[in-house]
Protein backbone atom coordinates (compact mmCIF):
# COMPACT_ATOMS: atom_id res chain seq x y z
CA UNK A 1 0.00 0.00 0.00
CA UNK A 2 1.07 2.90 -0.73
CA UNK A 3 0.79 6.44 1.70
CA UNK A 4 1.38 9.80 0.62
CA UNK A 5 3.68 11.99 2.54
CA UNK A 6 2.12 15.33 4.32
CA UNK A 7 4.71 17.42 5.40
CA UNK A 8 2.61 19.23 7.49
CA UNK A 9 1.50 16.40 9.63
CA UNK A 10 4.78 16.17 12.22
CA UNK A 11 3.25 20.45 12.54
CA UNK A 12 -0.24 19.03 12.92
CA UNK A 13 0.39 16.81 15.43
CA UNK A 14 2.25 19.18 17.34
CA UNK A 15 -0.41 22.08 16.95
CA UNK A 16 -3.09 19.58 18.07
CA UNK A 17 -0.82 18.78 21.46
CA UNK A 18 -0.44 21.80 22.34
CA UNK A 19 -4.39 22.04 22.22
CA UNK A 20 -4.73 19.52 24.03
CA UNK A 21 -2.55 21.05 27.08
CA UNK A 22 -4.04 24.48 26.55
CA UNK A 23 -7.17 23.25 26.92
CA UNK A 24 -6.75 20.68 29.39
CA UNK A 25 -5.48 23.62 32.04
CA UNK A 26 -8.20 25.57 32.95
CA UNK A 27 -11.40 27.20 31.75
CA UNK A 28 -13.73 29.68 32.45
CA UNK A 29 -17.11 29.96 32.15
CA UNK A 30 -19.26 32.50 31.06
CA UNK A 31 -21.38 34.21 33.66
CA UNK A 32 -24.60 36.80 33.86
CA UNK A 33 -25.29 38.28 36.55
CA UNK A 34 -29.13 39.30 36.92
CA UNK A 35 -30.92 41.66 39.67
CA UNK A 36 -34.50 41.30 40.06
CA UNK A 37 -36.12 43.27 43.12
CA UNK A 38 -36.36 40.50 45.49
CA UNK A 39 -32.81 38.78 44.32
CA UNK A 40 -29.94 38.52 42.58
CA UNK A 41 -29.09 35.68 40.37
CA UNK A 42 -25.45 34.44 39.02
CA UNK A 43 -25.77 32.27 36.03
CA UNK A 44 -22.81 30.43 34.51
CA UNK A 45 -22.70 28.13 30.89
CA UNK A 46 -21.16 24.87 32.33
CA UNK A 47 -22.53 22.54 29.77
CA UNK A 48 -21.44 18.44 30.45
CA UNK A 49 -21.00 19.04 33.97
CA UNK A 50 -22.88 17.05 36.68
CA UNK A 51 -24.30 18.83 39.70
CA UNK A 52 -21.98 16.76 42.02
CA UNK A 53 -19.20 18.28 40.33
CA UNK A 54 -19.70 21.75 41.16
CA UNK A 55 -19.21 23.35 44.66
CA UNK A 56 -20.19 26.47 45.42
CA UNK A 57 -18.85 28.24 49.12
CA UNK A 58 -19.90 31.64 50.69
CA UNK A 59 -17.50 32.91 52.64
CA UNK A 60 -16.78 36.66 54.31
CA UNK A 61 -19.29 37.88 51.66
CA UNK A 62 -17.13 36.29 48.41
CA UNK A 63 -20.03 33.71 46.60
CA UNK A 64 -17.48 31.14 44.88
CA UNK A 65 -17.97 28.64 42.22
CA UNK A 66 -15.68 25.90 41.50
CA UNK A 67 -15.69 22.78 39.42
CA UNK A 68 -13.43 20.21 36.76
CA UNK A 69 -14.81 19.41 33.35
CA UNK A 70 -13.29 16.76 32.41
CA UNK A 71 -11.60 15.16 28.75
CA UNK A 72 -14.15 12.86 27.44
CA UNK A 73 -11.99 9.16 27.58
CA UNK A 74 -11.47 8.14 23.78
CA UNK A 75 -12.69 4.26 22.73
CA UNK A 76 -10.18 1.99 21.15
CA UNK A 77 -9.36 3.00 17.58
CA UNK A 78 -10.85 6.38 18.41
CA UNK A 79 -8.29 9.81 18.69
CA UNK A 80 -8.72 12.91 19.04
CA UNK A 81 -7.85 15.41 15.81
CA UNK A 82 -9.19 18.67 16.75
CA UNK A 83 -10.00 19.61 20.83
CA UNK A 84 -11.78 23.19 20.62
CA UNK A 85 -14.37 22.52 24.22
CA UNK A 86 -12.47 23.90 27.18
CA UNK A 87 -11.31 21.46 29.97
CA UNK A 88 -9.97 21.34 33.21
CA UNK A 89 -10.63 23.33 36.53
CA UNK A 90 -12.24 26.38 36.55
CA UNK A 91 -12.77 29.02 40.10
CA UNK A 92 -15.47 31.74 39.79
CA UNK A 93 -15.34 34.50 42.72
CA UNK A 94 -17.92 37.53 43.32
CA UNK A 95 -18.43 39.76 46.64
CA UNK A 96 -21.44 40.08 47.05
CA UNK A 97 -22.95 43.10 48.32
CA UNK A 98 -24.53 43.28 51.99
CA UNK A 99 -28.20 42.89 51.08
CA UNK A 100 -27.93 39.21 50.10
CA UNK A 101 -29.31 36.67 52.90
CA UNK A 102 -26.33 34.05 52.64
CA UNK A 103 -28.46 31.56 54.46
CA UNK A 104 -31.26 31.56 51.78
CA UNK A 105 -29.08 30.74 48.78
CA UNK A 106 -30.05 28.11 46.44
CA UNK A 107 -28.45 26.59 43.40
CA UNK A 108 -29.45 24.93 40.54
CA UNK A 109 -28.00 23.27 37.10
CA UNK A 110 -30.49 22.94 34.30
CA UNK A 111 -29.66 22.54 30.74
CA UNK A 112 -25.97 23.11 31.14
CA UNK A 113 -26.56 26.21 32.82
CA UNK A 114 -26.09 26.59 36.66
CA UNK A 115 -28.38 29.16 38.71
CA UNK A 116 -27.14 30.58 42.09
CA UNK A 117 -30.28 32.65 43.28
CA UNK A 118 -29.14 35.42 46.02
CA UNK A 119 -31.78 36.47 47.79
CA UNK A 120 -32.23 40.01 49.08
CA UNK A 121 -32.85 41.11 53.14
CA UNK A 122 -33.04 44.26 54.06
CA UNK A 123 -29.92 46.74 54.34
CA UNK A 124 -28.62 47.09 57.50
CA UNK A 125 -29.34 50.86 58.65
CA UNK A 126 -27.41 53.25 60.70
CA UNK A 127 -28.06 53.71 64.10
CA UNK A 128 -27.23 56.69 66.18
CA UNK A 129 -25.46 56.08 69.22
CA UNK A 130 -25.97 58.57 72.39
CA UNK A 131 -23.22 59.49 73.81
CA UNK A 132 -23.33 59.90 77.97
CA UNK A 133 -22.43 62.85 79.80
Same mark, same amino acid.
Given at each position: ?17 ? $? ?9 ? @? /??? +? ?5 ? *? /?? @? !? ?15 ? /?????? !???? *?? %? #? ?6 ? /? ?6 ? #? ?6 ? #? ?6 ? @??? %? $?? +?? #? ?6 ? @? ?6 ? +???
Amino acid at each position: MLTRWDPFAPLSEMSRLH $DLARQSQSFRP @A /VDI +VESPDAF *E /VR @A !EIPGMKAEDIHIDVEKN /VLTLRG !ERQL *EE %T #TEGTDYKR /VERSYGTF #TRSFTLPE #TVDDEQIE @AKL %T $DG +VL #TVRLPKRE @APSARRIE +VAS
